[in-house]
C-alpha cells in the first residue's frame, strides 16, 4: 500500500539472461536492449542494478522478494514471455510464473501470454 491506495503491478517476468539461454546473437542483442531499458528509464534517485546484476537467470524467489520484500506491491501479475525465437526457455517460463503464482496465490495471478514476435 501506498498510504490507502492498493499497489497492483500490473507485470512481472522471471527472466532467464544466461547466455546459454540466448540462440546467439540476436538474444544476446535482445537482453542488452532490456538493460538499456533500465539502466536509462529508471529515474537517478531509485537504485539501478549494473549489467551483472541485471542479466541473470531470475529465480520467482529474487522475483518475490524484489516485488513483495522491498516495494510497496500489494498484487501482481506473473506473466511468460514466450521469446523462443530468441531465448531456450522463451525469456520468461510459464514454468518459473506458475511457481511465483502459487507461492502467494492470494496475491500473484498467473498470466497466460503470446510471442509478441508472432
Known sequence: MIGDAFVFDGVA????????NA????GEMFSNHLY???????PDAEPKLSADE????????????????QSDTDMLVAMPLPLTDLYRDGLSPWEECA???G??????????SVNPLE
Open 99 to 101: 511457481e511465483l503464482a
Open 13 to 20: 517476468h522471471p527472466f532467464n539472461f544466461s547466455p546459454k
Open 36 to 42: 538499456a531499458f533500465h539502466a536509462t528509464l529508471t
Open 23 to 26: 540462440f546467439g546473437k540476436p
Open 103 to 112: 507461492r502467494d496465490p492470494d496475491r500473484t495471478i498467473f498470466w497466460g
Open 54 to 69: 541485471f542479466l541473470k537467470d531470475w529465480t520467482p524467489s529474487d522475483i518475490r522478494q524484489m516485488i513483495y520484500g
